[in-house]
């Protein structure tokens, strides 16, 4: 079955560091890859995706690249802000019924 | 603006008791999702509905139930409920009626507590 191992948390950084979040993935046939954050006490919402291999998907600064060969999917941003911190989730979408299989989420925690 | 709503947005209740968790959407969409979220396992779906008439167990529906009342109404329920169903519940929907069918769009959750 489809699975998804994103980095355990948190991670905590200063402001104005680099971020890398990392995530690896299981799926049979060609999966959309999404991230997803999660600010505190609210829903879910879709932050980036990418459909086919070698797209980028990028929003807010932040990017990902849909690497197949190595089944990844690393979520970067350059220079993270204090409004950052929230949770993040990986999740990939596949299959003729494109349920979601999400991962377990990583919290971010960004220090003034 | 077009929304997924959810009520109660908290709830305490105790072992044994039925409880029903509401989710409302005003985007149109068919499709309709139940997940629930716990501490190091992320969300997992304990339902989904492609259209009114199309309801589908997820990966851990034991102990649940749903409805879906119409296009726009998705109910959880827990018949009896026990202390491990507390968790965060999330409804969600998606379109497949456009390029974006497998972007999900969540409402704000459901916080439950059984004692």
């Known amino acids: 079955g489809n699975s998804v191992t994103q980095m355990e948390g948190p991670v905590t950084l200063s402001e104005e560091a680099f971020l890398t979040i990392n995530c690896t993935y299981t799926?049979?046939?060609?999966?959309?890859l999404f991230w997803y954050v999660q600010y505190p006490g609210e829903g879910l919402q879709l932050l980036l995706k990418a459909t086919k291999a070698d797209d980028k998907g990028s929003n807010k600064g932040f990017e990902a690249t849909y690497r197949k060969e190595t089944t990844s999917f690393h979520l970067e941003k350059g220079s993270v802000q204090v409004s950052d911190s929230a949770v993040y989730f990986c999740?990939?979408?596949?299959?003729?019924?494109?349920?979601?299989?999400f991962g377990t989420g990583t919290k971010l925690q960004v220090i003034p | 603006d077009a929304d997924v709503t959810q009520t109660p947005r908290n709830r305490i209740t105790k072992t044994g008791k039925r409880i029903m968790l509401e989710c409302s959407q005003t985007k149109g969409h068919d499709r309709m999702y139940w997940y629930r979220q716990d501490p190091g396992l992320g969300l997992r779906l304990i339902y989904y509905?492609?259209?009114?008439?199309?309801?589908n167990k997820g990966e851990i529906s034991d102990g649940y139930s749903v409805s879906r009342q119409a296009q726009a109404k998705f109910s959880l329920s827990l018949e009896s409920a026990i202390p491990n169903q507390t968790a965060l519940y999330f409804c969600?929907?998606?379109?497949?009626?456009?390029?974006?069918?497998?972007?999900?769009?969540f409402g704000p959750g459901t916080r439950l507590t059984v004692l």
């Open positions: 509905s492609f259209d009114v008439k199309d309801i």
């Open positions: 999740a990939l979408s596949s299959g003729g019924y494109q349920k979601v299989t």
């Open positions: 799926a049979t046939g060609y999966p959309s």
């Open positions: 969600a929907t998606s379109d497949p009626t456009t390029g974006r069918a497998d972007t999900q769009y």
